[in-house]
């Protein structure tokens, strides 16, 4: 059964014979057996390495089967397990079953009902990840992967979701640090609720407050009618604060109100409102840092600090680029009504070899470009030089780095310019945008395409 070599059983059980005559049958149907006698020894080896399948007996001596189970859902392993006793009483197989095991074996059992058994629960979880892959198809999302790092980080996910704690999603641009948030969204008690997201980066200091909060018609010049604020549209929901580290000290402390007291006050109204929110905030800026400098109060990062979740960059799992890059392909393809296309080995190869410092996002637009440019089978020819992993040596033979697009190279061009005349007006956008001899409006629009910080150009 050469397709089930890689499926992981971890199997407990404190009797040495029944440890011994399950490994040989098991082993023989060509799974790969871990044997533990000690639940405790089972549950650390998790933290290493999760098992497709739990087998574990009820009885374990000071520590029960079902006390481990309790301890792997709250450590967020989601394996199917079956157990199997000689003694269980009827009130432990109902409570097995209720917590959410996959079945109940009472020994002694033959080789041929634990292998049906077991092949159910394969079937299971196979018919879960896919589901889990079509609704990322579906959504045009790309939550996958199957790395170590996105094992923890989704084991992260699913113990924080269930709770009402502030989350701080911290990662690098590209990352998918709006993926998390909308993950700890979807399991969490909320689900049915909105998502609402806002970057706080693209707002206007001088708009903050009545974006998040709404205003009363008539607050201010131009406030023709009544407008809800961000806080109230997630009321019931979940409030993502995309690249909270952008925002003014006096956002800040207004934003610090409204997640201590649930309460919000819009613009013009005497009326406080109570809202029902879980926020989550994101950066990929240094928050404690920003602190130590008096650029992000102290008091809001504590707040929103409760549950820190690092969102890996790309170059630290690369085991998944393969799986995301063929997502990405068959998304293009799926949208563009294209013939479809594949990735082949060298595709894949060249894709790995590099490190991604525009993380997810880039690895999205240059497999958008390949399916572009290639044909039906996607090969190392159509992967861009730039993304390649491969350097280009000048004509003294030294290398000079990565070769980009023409546009590539003018947007970064024009990027470095824009921060420059930034940080000659001292972050004033209009006499920026009077150098430049461009709209405000474009100039607001570059900001945004380009992720122009505003640390990057006045500190």
């Given at each position: 059964m050469s397709q089930m070599q890689s499926k992981l059983v971890y199997l407990v059980d404190d009797d040495k014979s029944i440890r011994r005559s399950l490994q040989v049958a098991l082993q023989t149907a060509g799974y790969d057996v871990h044997l533990f006698h000690d639940p405790i020894m089972a549950f650390n080896a998790t933290r290493e390495r999760v098992p497709d399948i739990f087998?574990?007996?009820?009885?374990?001596?000071?520590?029960?089967?079902?006390?481990?189970?309790?301890?792997?859902?709250?450590?967020?392993?989601?394996?199917?397990?079956?157990?199997?006793?000689?003694?269980?009483?009827?009130?432990?197989?109902?409570?097995?079953?209720?917590?959410?095991?996959?079945?109940?074996?009472?020994?002694?059992?033959?080789?041929?009902?634990?292998?049906?058994?077991?092949?159910?629960?394969?079937?299971?979880?196979?018919?879960?990840?896919?589901?889990?892959?079509?609704?990322?198809?579906?959504?045009?999302?790309?939550?996958l992967g199957q790395s170590k790092l996105f094992q923890d980080l989704q084991s992260d996910i699913r113990k924080v979701a269930g709770t009402n704690s502030s989350v701080l999603v911290i990662g690098e641009s590209g990352t998918g640090k709006e993926l998390i948030a909308k993950e700890i969204h979807q399991q969490s008690r909320v689900a049915k609720g909105p998502f609402v997201k806002v970057n706080c980066s693209a707002i206007p200091e001088s708009l903050i407050e009545s974006e998040l909060f709404g205003y009363q018609k008539g607050a201010f010049t131009g406030a023709d009618k009544n407008k809800k604020g961000y806080f109230e549209l997630a009321d019931g929901g979940t409030l993502f604060l995309d690249e909270i580290g952008d925002m003014s000290l006096a956002a800040q402390a207004k934003v610090l109100r409204a997640i201590q007291n649930s309460e919000i006050q819009k613009l013009g109204s005497e009326i406080i409102a109570h809202v029902e929110v879980r926020v989550i905030a994101a950066t990929n800026v240094d928050l404690k840092d920003a602190v130590h400098k008096k650029l992000f109060r102290e008091d809001l990062y504590y707040r929103i600090n409760v549950f820190p979740i690092a969102a890996p960059p790309l170059r630290e799992r690369k085991s998944d680029i393969p799986v995301l890059a063929n997502h990405f392909l068959r998304e293009y393809v799926r949208v563009n009504s294209f013939q479809t296309k594949f990735l082949g080995t060298s595709a894949v190869e060249a894709l790995c070899a590099f490190d991604w410092p525009g993380n997810i996002r880039e690895l999205k637009n240059v497999v958008e470009r390949m399916a572009i440019l290639g044909g039906q089978t996607l090969?190392?020819?159509?992967?861009?030089?730039?993304?390649?992993?491969?350097?280009?040596?000048?004509?003294?033979?030294?290398?000079?780095?990565?070769?980009?697009?023409?546009?590539?190279?003018?947007?970064?061009?024009?990027?470095?310019?824009?921060?420059?005349?930034?940080?000659?007006?001292?972050?004033?956008?209009?006499?920026?945008?009077?150098?430049?001899?461009?709209?405000?409006?474009?100039?607001?629009?570059?900001l945004i395409q380009f992720e122009i910080k505003k640390r990057e150009y006045f500190l």
């Open positions: 087998l574990l007996d009820v009885k374990l001596g000071d520590i029960s089967g079902l006390e481990l189970y309790r301890k792997l859902l709250a450590d967020g392993v989601d394996s199917p397990v079956v157990f199997m006793s000689a003694h269980a009483s009827t009130s432990e197989a109902v409570e097995a079953v209720k917590l959410g095991a996959f079945d109940f074996l009472e020994k002694p059992f033959t080789p041929e009902k634990l292998m049906i058994t077991l092949g159910r629960c394969l079937e299971l979880r196979s018919v879960k990840a896919e589901i889990n892959t079509l609704k990322a198809q579906v959504e045009g999302v790309a939550f090969d190392d020819r159509h992967v861009p030089k730039s993304a390649s992993g491969k350097q280009i040596k000048d004509d003294r033979n030294n290398f000079v780095g990565f070769s980009p697009s023409l546009k590539d190279y003018r947007n970064e061009v024009e990027r470095a310019y824009i921060v420059q005349v930034l940080k000659q007006t001292e972050g004033n956008i209009s006499e920026a945008a009077s150098i430049l001899k461009v709209e405000r409006t474009y100039l607001h629009k570059r």
